[in-house]
């Protein structure tokens, strides 16, 4: 497993008891997504979830439908803790490289997920590999928006490893035919800095941030972070990216 992905697996594993609760903006993405996987597909039977985390998603998606099969992959191992009682099989994995797994897969889903992801054309060409015809890609992502109020008081333009809507259809063009697109911003407001570190630290999202900070580093960030504050608080943006796909 590539560096970046172990670093990734220990920030995670570290906040499943802290996520639920953190994660307000990955829960909306949930719901968001689960509704518009009812506005637009036929009940699927069998199911792919790439990084289900503690089931945010998963949850909402099996409220609204029972599919046959339902396959559930994530890097960390302890996620299986948080599952018990859904009708599913959880399999430790990476699935950004699904070629453990056989499909044809009717549905393979997606939340706040492929923001990690170290090549995600390769993903999505592995991924219409695995669909049956007419088989349905749907996820929800992180576009280039979100946190740039973090990286600005470090001294850096906006996350340049997260892909915008544009960049994504570029990937998915011949690949998939659209169905559903959506793009949302959200903010949400703090007291202080380090309080929202703490909020990144308890998503486990610290993935793209430096590990270690320098006490003058912190400081200085603190500071510049202060000038960005707005009559409600500090705000933390977050750009949501939403696509159902059918497979041409």
Same mark, same amino acid.
């Given at each position: 497993?590539?560096?970046?992905?172990?670093?990734?697996? *220990?920030?995670?594993?570290?906040?499943? @008891?802290?996520?639920?609760?953190? $994660?307000?903006?990955?829960?909306?993405?949930?719901?968001?997504?689960?509704?518009? &996987?009812?506005?637009?597909?036929?009940?699927?039977?069998?199911?792919?979830?790439?990084?289900?985390?503690?089931?945010? @998603? /998963?949850?909402?998606?099996?409220?609204?439908?029972?599919?046959?099969?339902?396959?559930? /992959?994530?890097?960390?191992?302890?996620?299986?803790? @948080?599952?018990?009682?859904?009708?599913?099989?959880?399999?430790?994995?990476?699935?950004?490289?699904?070629?453990?797994?056989?499909?044809? @897969?009717?549905?393979?889903?997606?939340?706040? /997920?492929?923001?990690?992801?170290?090549?995600?054309?390769? =993903?999505?060409?592995?991924? *219409?590999?695995?669909?049956?015809?007419?088989?349905?890609? =749907?996820?929800?992502?992180?576009?280039?928006?979100?946190?740039? #109020?973090?990286?600005?008081?470090?001294?850096?333009?906006?996350?340049?490893?997260?892909?915008? #809507?544009?960049?994504?259809?570029? +990937?998915?063009?011949?690949?998939?035919?659209?169905?559903?697109?959506?793009?949302?911003?959200?903010?949400?407001?703090?007291?202080?800095?380090?309080?929202?570190?703490?909020?990144?630290?308890?998503?486990?999202? +610290?993935? *793209? &941030?430096?590990?270690?900070?320098?006490?003058?580093?912190?400081? $200085?960030?603190?500071?510049?972070?202060?000038? &960005?504050?707005?009559?409600?608080?500090?705000? +933390? /943006?977050?750009?949501?990216?939403?696509?159902?796909?059918?497979?041409?």
């Amino acid at each position: 497993m590539k560096k970046p992905k172990h670093r990734l697996r *220990h920030r995670f594993e570290r906040a499943l @008891f802290t996520y639920d609760r953190a $994660a307000v903006i990955q829960a909306q993405m949930a719901t968001h997504l689960t509704d518009l &996987l009812s506005q637009t597909i036929a009940p699927p039977q069998k199911v792919l979830e790439i990084g289900v985390g503690t089931g945010l @998603f /998963t949850r909402k998606f099996l409220e609204q439908f029972s599919p046959e099969t339902f396959v559930a /992959t994530d890097l960390v191992r302890k996620c299986k803790e @948080f599952l018990k009682g859904l009708p599913l099989y959880f399999v430790v994995a990476d699935g950004e490289e699904p070629s453990w797994i056989k499909g044809p @897969f009717d549905l393979i889903v997606a939340n706040a /997920t492929f923001q990690w992801f170290l090549d995600l054309r390769k =993903a999505f060409e592995a991924y *219409h590999q695995l669909l049956g015809p007419k088989g349905i890609l =749907a996820f929800s992502t992180f576009g280039p928006q979100t946190m740039k #109020e973090v990286f600005w008081a470090l001294g850096q333009e906006n996350p340049p490893f997260l892909l915008g #809507e544009k960049q994504i259809n570029t +990937l998915v063009a011949r690949l998939f035919t659209p169905l559903k697109q959506e793009t949302k911003l959200e903010k949400l407001y703090f007291i202080d800095p380090l309080g929202i570190l703490r909020h990144i630290r308890a998503t486990g999202a +610290l993935g *793209h &941030l430096p590990p270690r900070w320098s006490l003058k580093r912190l400081k $200085a960030w603190q500071r510049r972070y202060l000038a &960005l504050k707005e009559r409600s608080g500090l705000p +933390l /943006t977050y750009e949501m990216i939403f696509f159902v796909g059918q497979k041409i």
